[in-house]
């Protein structure tokens, strides 16, 4: 019902800076409630890098406070992460989520999921 599409991984060196885009469709029409990003690294757990609610309330993970800005254009659907003075720690699959509602467009029945996209990578060589 909702696709995400991550862009702007890349490789770039430590101290150096990134921009995460997520971009947000449907065929039906929906509302984000909240969006997020997400890393994943071999051998690693899943962390919660950053989120920011409908009223522009922000979470973020200790280990990127100061270093990381989440933000997001409700028009554009989109959600973007900021990554500045970046560390090799930060090397991961940055994945996408959303908290959406959905309005199907001809039942007009209403839904409320997780959705998730596949991944922009970032690395941070040593």
């Known amino acids: 019902q909702v696709q995400l599409v991550e862009s702007g991984g890349g490789l770039v060196q430590a101290g150096g800076s990134l921009r995460l885009s997520c971009v947000a469709s449907?065929?039906?029409?929906?509302?984000?409630?909240?969006m997020g990003w997400y890393r994943q690294a071999p051998g690693k757990q899943r962390e919660k890098v950053a989120t920011?609610?409908?009223?522009?309330?922000?979470y973020y993970s200790d280990s990127v406070k100061g270093r990381f800005t989440i933000s997001r254009d409700n028009d554009k659907n989109t959600a973007f992460l900021q990554m500045n003075s970046l560390k090799p720690e930060d090397t991961a699959l940055y994945l996408c989520?959303?908290?959406?509602?959905?309005?199907?467009?001809?039942?007009?029945?209403?839904?409320?999921?997780?959705?998730w996209g596949q991944g922009t990578q970032v690395t941070v060589p040593s």
């Open positions: 989520t959303a908290d959406v509602f959905v309005t199907n467009r001809v039942t007009l029945r209403a839904l409320r999921n997780d959705y």
């Open positions: 920011i609610n409908k009223l522009g309330s922000v």
């Open positions: 449907s065929r039906d029409i929906f509302s984000i409630m909240t």
